[in-house]
């Protein structure tokens, strides 16, 4: 199957459900659809992300040694709705060993952009959380920087804070990847 030809155009549920049929039984297929995640079409990329966050939780482990990569694209990324998939992407990882600063640094200044999606905002907190969660003086600081976060945050942002905050408190883990 021509991969790009087939995400290049409107793809649904019936699409998806073939493809991850394709890939399930193929690691070359998996990497043939990955390889388009960073595709110069916008759209075909998104639907390969798109494609990707319908992997099993046993499935996504392929994705796991790509970490490193999936981190540099959603880092250039251009297209509000990719970012968000690959985000998610990862958020379904075990995250920060070792910690990438960059990656921190990214995602810190993302949760705080009013021109963010409010998606990719609350992935950002989420995964700022995670990678601080083993550093305690990292952790203090993402918890000053959400208690001083403007009060005028749409209802996911704040619920997403909220949430964080009371994890913090017992220095727990909101993912769920195993």
Same mark, same amino acid.
């Given at each position: 199957?021509?991969?790009?030809?087939?995400?290049?155009?409107?793809?649904?549920?019936?699409?998806?459900?073939?493809?991850?049929?394709?890939?399930?039984?193929?690691?070359?297929?998996?990497?043939?659809?990955?390889?388009?995640?960073?595709?110069?079409?916008?759209?075909?990329?998104?639907?390969?992300?798109?494609?990707?966050?319908?992997?099993?939780?046993?499935?996504?482990?392929?994705?796991?040694?790509?970490?490193?990569?999936?981190?540099?694209?959603?880092?250039?990324?251009?297209?509000?709705?990719?970012?968000?998939?690959?985000?998610?992407?990862?958020?379904?990882?075990?995250?920060?060993?070792?910690?990438?600063?960059?990656?921190?640094?990214?995602?810190?200044?993302?949760?705080?952009?009013?021109?963010?999606? +409010?998606?990719?905002?609350?992935?950002?907190?989420?995964?700022?959380?995670?990678?601080?969660? +083993?550093? +305690?003086?990292?952790?203090?600081?993402?918890?000053?920087?959400?208690?001083?976060?403007?009060?005028?945050?749409?209802?996911?942002?704040?619920?997403?804070?909220?949430?964080?905050?009371?994890?913090?408190?017992?220095?727990?883990?909101?993912?769920?990847?195993?």
């Amino acid at each position: 199957m021509d991969f790009k030809a087939k995400l290049s155009g409107r793809i649904g549920m019936a699409d998806i459900e073939e493809l991850l049929r394709l890939t399930q039984q193929s690691d070359e297929q998996k990497e043939e659809l990955y390889r388009l995640l960073q595709d110069e079409d916008e759209t075909v990329g998104y639907q390969a992300a798109w494609v990707f966050s319908h992997f099993s939780r046993q499935e996504n482990k392929w994705l796991y040694c790509k970490q490193d990569d999936l981190i540099n694209e959603v880092m250039i990324c251009k297209h509000g709705g990719k970012r968000r998939v690959m985000l998610n992407l990862l958020y379904k990882q075990p995250l920060g060993d070792p910690l990438r600063v960059d990656f921190l640094d990214f995602c810190m200044e993302r949760m705080l952009s009013a021109q963010e999606l +409010p998606g990719v905002q609350s992935l950002c907190m989420k995964i700022a959380y995670e990678l601080c969660l +083993p550093i +305690p003086e990292l952790v203090q600081e993402l918890k000053t920087i959400l208690e001083m976060m403007d009060g005028r945050l749409c209802p996911a942002i704040r619920t997403v804070r909220r949430n964080i905050l009371k994890a913090m408190q017992k220095r727990k883990s909101l993912q769920k990847y195993a």
